[in-house]
């Protein structure tokens, strides 16, 4: 199995710290197009809760293995697979799960990081961290001109007057 996650926000600041290296990275934005590949299509919005899902008592444990009520363990592992702590909620995510991964995808030396090529009409704009290294840089745009020719490339920037992140159009 593996786990694809995606959010509804692009300029959270503890995101782009948590998830693309410090401001480092990159985000890219999504558009969902027909005939989608289907885990894509199957994006459930995350569960923020105070309490981790239970797979079982230790009455339905009993009950299991009497085998007088079996514990439904795809109800527990969809909740376990699309629930997070409350104080995450900012994130605003939704994660797609791919059951049954060919582990021949995984990035080599990267085992359970699945390759998951995008489509060049998928790819809709591309952020760029406000802390990004020149050749991170040069070497995205080099990507997207030749494999996301449409997308729009922004650059973040540290707002002057707010904690918050600016974008501004470099095509």
């Known amino acids: 199995m ?5 959010s509804e926000v692009k300029d959270d600041i503890l995101m782009w710290a948590h998830y693309a290296e410090y401001h ?9 197009l027909p005939g989608m590949r289907a885990a894509l299509r ?21 009950n299991h293995l009497l085998g007088t009520a079996p514990i439904d363990f795809p109800t527990f592992f969809h909740a376990f697979a699309f629930s997070k702590s409350e104080h995450w909620r900012y994130e605003r995510e939704w994660r797609c799960r791919i059951l049954h991964a060919d ?12 390759a998951c090529p995008l489509l ?8 760029l961290g406000c802390r990004i290294e020149p050749a991170n840089r040069t070497a995205l ?3 997207v001109r030749s494999h996301f020719p449409a997308a729009e490339v922004f ?3 540290k707002s002057r007057t707010r904690f918050a992140l600016e974008f501004s159009r470099l095509r």
């Open 24 to 32: 480092r990275g990159a985000v890219l934005a999504l558009r969902p």
């Open 42 to 62: 199957e994006a459930v919005p995350i569960r923020y809760t105070r309490d981790i899902p239970v797979m079982a008592s230790a009455e339905q444990w009993a």
């Open 141 to 143: 745009l080099d990507v």
């Open 155 to 157: 650059e973040a920037a």
């Open 120 to 127: 060049p009409d998928e790819v809709v704009a591309i952020y």
């Open 2 to 6: 593996r786990v694809f996650s995606v």
């Open 103 to 114: 582990p021949k995808r995984d990035v080599p030396g990267m085992p359970l990081v699945w």
